[in-house]
Nanobody
Framework: QVQLVESGGGLVQPGGSLRLSCAASGSIFSIAVMGWYRQAPGKQRELVANISPNGRTNYLDALKGRFTISRDNAKRTVYLQMNSLQPDDTAVYFC?????????WGQGTQVTVSE
């Protein structure tokens, strides 16, 4: 059974930074594309960024330059560094692990950007 546990969310002022972490259990991590998604109230879940097992990254165009995804395969952890946060970044952020035959989700972590 694969479990994904996110951490690092919270309340931050506009212009601030947060670093999200997602720790994965199980052996899937080494072969999985790891991704961060977010879902704001009343909106569909959207891909923020993902990273392949060999480190190739993909970002939502609007977030390029502010968000950085990385992974530590030895720690089975994927990170999302978020800088220059804006109120529009407020959402629940979900971690996803996707292999050719399966997909797993974490429980989500709330990020709120507000004065």
């Amino acid at each position: 059974q694969v479990q994904l546990v996110e951490s690092g969310g919270g309340l931050v002022q506009p212009g601030g930074s947060l670093r999200l972490s997602c720790a994965a259990s199980g052996s899937i991590f080494s072969i999985a594309v790891m991704g961060w998604y977010r879902q704001a109230p009343g909106k569909q879940r959207e891909l923020v960024a993902n990273i392949s097992p060999n480190g190739r990254t993909n970002y939502l165009d609007a977030l390029k330059g502010r968000f950085t995804i990385s992974r530590d395969n030895a720690k089975r952890t994927v990170y999302l560094q978020m800088n220059s946060l804006q109120p529009d970044d407020t959402a629940v952020y979900f971690c996803n692990a996707r292999s050719p035959v399966s997909s797993y989700w974490g429980q989500g972590t709330q990020v709120t950007v507000s004065e």
